[in-house]
């Protein structure tokens, strides 16, 4: 089992900044990816940004075109954490942001509880 823990979320205004943090723990020895989802009220969740994480692999980004230029997703290996700086925050980011661990093995995804993300004025 993976366990998969979100921080970060909260309200800000248009314009602003906020980080979230991802920490995955347990059987982590077959975790090679890690990403940011999010889901607004009355729609599908959707891929926000995906960061490679491996021990001893290459970093290997890829974000969703609205956010690239404004969102910086990165890691912290030795921890088996990542973060994603939001700036430049728009009311069309307030969603629910998830975290999601990817495995090679069974059941090959893991998934936080979710954070919430408020932009508004």
């Known amino acids: 089992q993976v366990q998969v823990v979100e921080s970060g979320g909260g309200l800000v205004q248009p314009g602003g900044s906020l980080r979230l943090s991802c920490a995955a723990s347990?059987?982590?020895?077959?975790?090679?990816?890690m990403g940011w989802y999010r889901q607004a009220p009355g729609k599908q969740r959707e891929l926000v940004a995906t960061?490679?994480?491996?021990?001893?692999?290459?970093?290997?980004?890829n974000y969703e075109n609205s956010v690239k230029g404004r969102f910086t997703i990165s890691r912290d290996l030795p921890q088996n954490t990542i973060y994603l700086q939001m700036n430049s925050l728009k009311p069309e980011d307030t969603a629910v942001y998830y975290c999601?661990?990817?495995?090679?093995?069974?059941?090959?995804?893991?998934w936080g509880q979710g954070t919430q993300v408020t932009v508004s004025s």
């Open positions: 999601k661990v990817f495995t090679t093995t069974a059941p090959y995804d893991y």
């Open positions: 347990g059987s982590i020895f077959s975790m090679y990816a």
């Open positions: 960061i490679t994480s491996a021990v001893g692999s290459a970093e290997r980004t």
